[in-house]
């Protein structure tokens, strides 16, 4: 909008400095008046080669120029006394010129350093004159200018940070749209997850109890030699079809438990049981890989408040990954409190350990590490395991920490507190 009207308020500035019947000042004016192209040449181009205004490369003559001809116009009407509405040119023209800078990705700096730089031109194009006139003049001069100048500058500024503030209020805007879609996206995703799951496990139920009932029968009947190849396949078929199951079963897991819906039953429980429990489960699998499994559990806390079928979980999962991962050796469960309010479990393998560039990626699903990725998943592994120990544990309010070395092992820590709390869900 400013630009436009360059010609008229040069044509204003010129007739003004003419026809006034001031003495000095008013040369001051003609002379800046004269010297108008020069400036805003020197001007230009000192913008264009000061790297301290990169947003002015690629912009044309015309964009950068914008009001510096309305803010000279009003410069040279008040030194030469030519008051009409030239304070309302310098409020207008520099409102147009923040909102436009605004709008052509300027930074506020860039914007000072352009009115550093007229200001700079304007004093080196009348130096000489202003050096050839009276002391009282040329401060008269200069506290004009700079007074024209600084205006400038504070009008510039309160339209520039009011459209940067416009444009936050659109990007919050825009942010908080986006936000509720991505939510509503992930619902959906997880509702259809959660309802693919489900419709896999009738059918699969289904196969696993009609090919439990066919082994059985099978079993039965050893007299007829031609049925064992077909229990075979009946066998393979199990055991790929409870495979199959356990995966679903993780992926809900994983999915309620990244969508905030597991519910904890918070109550006192006995942990030592519930170790004896687990390591009672275990004792079968690692027995039939060759496995020391030892449990060091006399400074265990011998009640706390937790979910237990969540803890067990937890214990569960950490062991049996242990064992999976360990071909021989042994593999030690310790239990012991942490100070006053906390407890820990440790769970230690002789296994083919974890590379430190994988330690910060094994609790994501389906992740896996080193060896165990050449290889994919060893048998009755779904990949989700620690994926869900992890989310548990941060659930129960807890940490999750692993120590590990590629051919010595790893040693998973669990840091509890004594009582979970219920958490207050703030609206």
């Not at 300027?106 to 009115?115: C, M």
């Not at 700079?146 to 459209?163: K, L, P, R, T």
């Not at 519930?274 to 004792?283: A, D, R």
Request: charged letters at 20%; hydrophobic letters at 40%.
């Amino acid at each position: 909008m400013a630009i436009g009207r360059s010609l008229n308020y040069n044509k204003a500035w010129a007739t003004s400095a003419k026809f006034n019947p001031h003495g000095d000042i008013m040369d001051y004016s003609q002379m800046l008046a004269d010297k108008t192209d020069t400036i805003l040449k020197n001007w230009i181009e000192a913008v264009r080669q000061d790297r301290n205004i990169e947003s002015a490369d690629t912009l044309p003559h015309s964009a950068i120029e914008n009001h510096i001809p309305h803010l000279l116009a009003a410069m040279a009407a008040l030194l030469s006394q030519y008051r009409n509405s030239d304070i309302n040119v310098i409020i207008e023209a520099s409102l147009d010129h923040g909102l436009l800078r605004a709008e052509q990705g300027y930074d506020s700096a860039e914007v000072a350093r352009e009115y550093h730089l007229l200001r700079q031109v304007i004093f080196s194009e009348l130096e000489a004159e202003l050096l050839a006139g009276t002391t009282a003049e040329v401060f008269k001069a200069f506290r004009l200018i700079d007074a024209v100048i600084d205006e400038a500058i504070a009008q510039c500024f309160n339209s520039y940070v009011a459209q940067k503030l416009r444009e936050l209020q659109q990007i919050q805007s825009q942010l908080q749209l986006t936000n509720q879609e991505l939510n509503r996206l992930v619902s959906v995703n997880q509702e259809n997850l959660s309802y693919l799951a489900h419709e896999l496990k009738t059918p699969l139920n289904s196969i696993i109890g009609y090919s439990e009932l066919f082994l059985r029968k099978g079993r039965a009947q050893t007299e007829i030699k031609d049925t064992l190849p077909g229990i075979e396949h009946i066998e393979r078929v199990l055991r790929n079809g409870r495979q199959l199951l356990r995966l679903i079963n993780d992926a809900l897991e994983l999915a309620r438990a990244d969508a905030g819906k597991i519910k904890l039953n918070l109550r006192q429980t006995n942990v030592q049981s519930l170790i004896n429990t687990v390591v009672e489960m275990m004792q079968p699998i690692a027995d039939a890989k060759g496995l020391k499994l030892a449990v060091t559990s006399d400074c265990a806390p011998k009640q706390v408040v937790a979910d237990g079928q969540r803890l067990q979980q937890i214990v569960t999962n950490l062991l049996s990954n242990a064992i999976r991962y360990t071909e021989s050796g042994s593999i030690e469960l310790s239990c012991r409190r942490a100070g006053e309010a906390n407890w820990t479990i440790a769970i230690t393998d002789t296994g083919i350990g974890i590379a430190p560039e994988d330690t910060n990626r094994i609790f994501d699903p389906f992740f896996q590490a080193g060896e165990a990725r050449k290889q994919q998943y060893p048998p009755d592994s779904t990949g989700l395991g620690l994926a869900i120990v992890s989310r548990l544990v941060t659930l129960l309010q807890g940490q999750i920490e692993v120590v590990s070395e590629i051919g010595v092992g790893s040693t998973f820590t669990v840091i509890l507190p004594l009582e979970v709390k219920i958490l207050q869900v703030v609206s």
